[in-house]
């Protein structure tokens, strides 16, 4: 589960129902909380922080792909979560091609992402 799942479980217990035109990352976790579903359905999830160029990850299964400052052209993390939920051991190097497939992930879900409306702005000096 992910924190984007909160708001259609909120929608859902107050009866309410999601409209697909929102475009939600998350989802509703009340057929789990109601024991209707033993596991929740495997799925990509995925982070971004401080805007385009920055910090993202997305784990997909077992594993998790993170760069910290893209802006810097850092190199890409990869973990292992099964094994190394610490993340100390950096994988990326054994593993270029789930690399180059997650990032095709990355590249994907970020091209519809929508730019920031809030958060830091920089101030015009006059």
Do not use: C
């Not at 509703?28 to 495997?42: D, F, H, I, N, V």
């Not at 997305?58 to 052209?73: F, I, P």
């Amino acid at each position: 589960m992910i924190s984007l799942d909160f708001l259609p479980t909120f929608v859902e217990i107050a009866g309410g129902q999601i409209d697909p035109a929102w475009k939600l990352d998350g989802q509703s976790l009340l057929p789990r909380l109601l024991g209707k579903q033993k596991r929740l359905p495997e799925r990509t999830l995925y982070w971004r922080k401080g805007g385009p160029g920055k910090e993202i990850a997305l784990r997909r299964g077992r594993y998790k792909l993170h760069y910290k400052d893209r802006s810097q052209s850092q190199q890409p993390e990869l973990y292992d979560l099964d094994q190394d939920i610490g993340e100390s051991s950096n994988l990326a190097a054994d593993h270029t091609r789930l690399v180059d497939e997650l990032n095709q992930l990355l590249a994907t879900w970020e091209s519809q992402l929508e730019a920031p409306r809030w958060g830091r702005r920089r101030r015009r000096r006059k």
